[in-house]
Structures are given as C-alpha cells and as structure tokens.
C-alpha cells in the first residue's frame, strides 16, 4: 500500500508560479510510474502530465512549455512546478501513483488563478 499526500497548492495572480509536491509513503523510484491530474468545478478530472518509471515526460499541450514534472527519489516526491498560470489552470490537482492495475491517488490540492 503507498500513501499519496499532495501539499503546495494555494491563491496566485495569473502570471505568477506554484510548485506542488506528491509525497509517496514509501520507494517508487524505479517502480511506480507518477501522474498529475485537475479537475475543475462542473468538469471531470484531466490528465495534464505524467513520468514514467524510466524518466520519460509526457505533457497536455495546454501546459507545455509551463509545466515540468520532475522527482527526487530520495525523497519519494515527486514536484509539479507550474509558471505562468492562468486562470483557467484553477483546479484541484491529483496525483496518482501507477504500476500496471495498481493505482494510488492523493486527495488532491486547490490551486486557485486569480485577480
């Protein structure tokens, strides 16, 4: 069983930056493959990045470019720092920890663009 804590969320004007953090209960370097999904109010939850276990990236265009997911295996945590966000970034944003059937989610953490 892994536990998934997400933590760094907050209020921040479009343009500025916030780094969210997953925080895995034990090692998933190597064996668990890392994802990053928001949903906004009255949408379903989206896929918006993911790293496999091997290291690649994958990015929804809607944040390339913005977006990088990056992981400390020392720390079982892997990092979401997002720039330039927008407004329509506003969402609660879920990690899931995969390895083939196994799924692990976190319980989410509010980022809020705005004024």
């Known amino acids: 069983q892994v536990q998934v804590v997400e933590s760094g969320g907050g209020l921040v004007q479009p343009g500025g930056s916030l780094r969210l953090s997953c925080a895995a209960s034990?090692?998933?370097?190597?064996?668990?493959?890392v994802a990053w999904y928001r949903q906004a109010p009255g949408k379903e939850r989206e896929w918006v990045v993911d790293?496999?276990?091997?290291?690649?990236?994958n990015y929804h265009d809607s944040v390339k470019g913005r977006f990088t997911i990056s992981r400390d295996s020392a720390k079982n945590t892997v990092y979401l720092q997002m720039n330039s966000l927008k407004p329509e970034d506003t969402a609660v944003y879920f990690c899931?920890?995969?390895?083939?059937?196994?799924?692990?989610w976190g319980q989410g953490s509010q980022v809020t663009v705005s004024l």
């Open positions: 790293i496999s276990i091997g290291g690649a990236r």
């Open positions: 899931k920890v995969s390895r083939g059937a196994t799924v692990y």
């Open positions: 034990g090692s998933i370097y190597g064996l668990y493959a």
